[in-house]
């Protein structure tokens, strides 16, 4: 007996319906993200690392791994502002295929147009923050992993893999995925036969997408004599407060004393004060639900009703490795957007379910080519981030490399802004702000005004005021009050310097307030100390003695009312 045409005709409906509103959401979706900084020199979207492996220009260090960095700076070259729009809207919508054939892998075409259009209105704003570029990845690596679960073989688990070597090439968080992939499909059992099948599986998850970073660890061995697989550092913080029993971020970065290592200080927290670790873990699980409370329940419950479903079983293994993964450390709320789709398409397959919605032909066809569409796309821009970080090396080994860049790109804020850090950092403090006026001549970014205003003060120019935004506390405005309160210093102001360091107290309480709920405490002074430190680097020695005395008298105020 056929199935009814019914289901199939409201499907198109249902997924026409979804692409009429994802694509009326690409303008303001492009325009909200580009409004909130994502091409900000001095964020963690990385920008001028991704384009110093573009024009092969020396860069201090990289954190953050080359997919990420690389794409986001090929948005915000020329017309950043389309392109950033073109770029994220592009990903919302393969996102959105993939959310399709998930639905459909999980029970029917109609699931998936049901998924796909819940997307439609809830996906634009996960597209805005920083992690844009990972929830298509992760709904590619949650597609591939539904579909080899469903018929498994030699040649879907290699597309599985490239699925998690897309995803690591741009943030680590699927590192450990593949064996637990692996571990998942031993615990099936089976014959002889299939655990040698089994054994070659593993090895393919575990190692194939480890390889393919082989030109990112070639890069930082050469460029910087570090045998680093991953993000440098970037995880440090995160990890030393995790341990420490923060739920969220704080406003300031958290590292141990020079010489000793994250890991061995976080293992040594850990193990004098477990239950205070546990608690948070807990606490930040809590979080992660919170967030998105429907979309969870809905997600757990079908994992509880479909769990023989073995696709079911993949995509839910992958959501909950997810979240476990980022509830070991501390989190802030972009972290989690990833698993959305995943926790989405679930709570879809269980209304399909419910409802008795007849199913269709079982996807396969169609995953085939919408997942591995994505799987080329994913690995084409991530393999030329790699590439690049592979000819970095030799290309920014070039004598005057900056120079030249800045020779051939005059146009490229950034290259100002870098050789202004440089001579920053050499204490050439008039040169500095030299060039940060010239990159804020280009794009008016507040970071190169606060930069100028800086370098311009350590060079002995004191007679350019810096007004300090208040309103929108950031580590940004706070150098910027600490720059105001040293300049009014050594023009012997002594009111207005110490007015600007109020607003630089204030800012602090008012960040740590926002991040952790609680008041200024000690961790947040040494915070601002260490910000102290950071600004006063590049003056002169000669009158650091001085401003080090005068800022000793501010330096343990209370915060001023408000």
């Known amino acids: 007996m056929s199935l009814p045409r019914w289901p199939r005709a409201l499907s198109l409906a249902l997924a026409a319906a979804a692409v009429v509103r994802l694509a009326s959401t690409v303008g303001p979706l492009g325009a909200e993200a580009f409004q909130k900084g994502a091409c900000w020199p001095e964020t963690d979207n990385a920008v001028e690392s991704g384009a110093a492996l573009l024009l092969g220009v020396p860069y201090a260090y990289a954190r953050p791994m080359p997919g990420w960095s690389v794409t986001n700076a090929l948005l915000c070259q020329g017309e950043a502002r389309s392109r950033v729009a073109l770029g994220r809207g592009l990903a919302l919508f393969l996102c959105g295929l993939l959310v399709f054939c998930l639905g459909w892998l999980l029970h029917s075409p109609l699931c998936g147009a049901l998924a796909l259009l819940a997307f439609s209105f809830l996906a634009p704003d996960w597209f805005v923050g920083r992690r844009w570029l990972c929830i298509p990845l992760a709904s590619l690596a949650a597609c591939l992993a539904a579909w080899r679960a469903r018929a498994p073989s030699l040649k879907r688990t290699w597309l599985a893999a490239g699925a998690l070597a897309a995803n690591l ?52 061995w050469r460029a910087y004599g570090s045998l680093t697989l991953f993000e440098r550092g970037r995880a440090d913080s995160n990890i030393l407060n995790g341990a420490l029993g923060l739920v969220e971020c704080p406003p300031f970065d958290r590292l141990p004393p020079p010489g000793e290592g994250v890991l061995g200080r976080a293992a040594a927290e850990v193990a004098s004060h477990p239950l205070r670790y546990l608690a948070a873990c807990g606490r930040r699980l809590w979080f992660s639900f919170s967030l998105q409370p429907l979309l969870a329940c809905a997600g757990l419950l079908a994992l509880a009703v479909l769990r023989r479903r073995e696709e079911v079983r993949a995509v839910g293994l992958l959501a909950l490795y997810w979240v476990a993964v980022h509830c070991l450390m501390t989190v802030e709320r972009d972290y989690f957007i990833p698993v959305w789709p995943l926790f989405l398409v679930l709570g879809a397959g269980l209304a399909a379910h419910l409802l008795r919605l007849p199913r269709d032909s079982p996807g396969d ?33 070039r004598p005057e490399a900056l120079d030249a860049a800045l020779r051939r790109s005059p146009g490229q804020a950034w290259l100002w802004a870098e050789r202004g850090a440089r001579r920053l950092e050499a204490r050439q403090g008039l040169a500095a702000a030299a060039d940060y006026e010239a990159a804020l001549r280009l794009d008016p970014q507040r970071e190169y005004e606060v930069r100028a205003a800086w370098a311009a003060a350590a060079g002995g120019r004191l007679d350019r005021p810096l007004q300090v935004l208040t309103e929108a506390p950031d580590k940004r405005e706070l150098r910027a009050a600490i720059v105001e309160t040293l300049r009014r210093l050594l023009r012997r102001e002594a009111g207005p310097a110490r007015r600007a360091w109020g607003e630089a107290l204030d800012m602090t309480s008012r960040l740590q307030r926002r991040e952790s709920g609680s008041p200024l405490d000690a961790a947040g002074r040494e915070g601002l100390r260490e910000t102290v430190r950071e600004v006063l680097l590049p003056w002169p020695e000669r009158e650091k003695p001085r401003l080090l005395r005068d800022l000793s008298r501010f330096l343990d105020r209370e915060v001023p009312a408000r």
């Open 169 to 220: 090439a741009v943030i680590s968080t699927l590192f450990l995925f593949g064996p637990v992939l692996a571990l998942h499909d031993w615990a099936s059992g089976g014959g002889e036969r299939r655990r040698r099948a089994r054994a070659v599986s593993a090895a393919v998850l575990c190692l194939a997408p480890l390889l393919f970073l082989a030109p990112w660890v070639y890069m930082n």
């Open 365 to 397: 066809r169609f995953a085939a080519v919408a997942a591995g569409g994505g799987l080329a796309a994913g690995l084409g821009l991530t393999a030329f981030a790699l590439g690049l970080a592979a000819a970095y090396p030799a290309r920014s080994s």
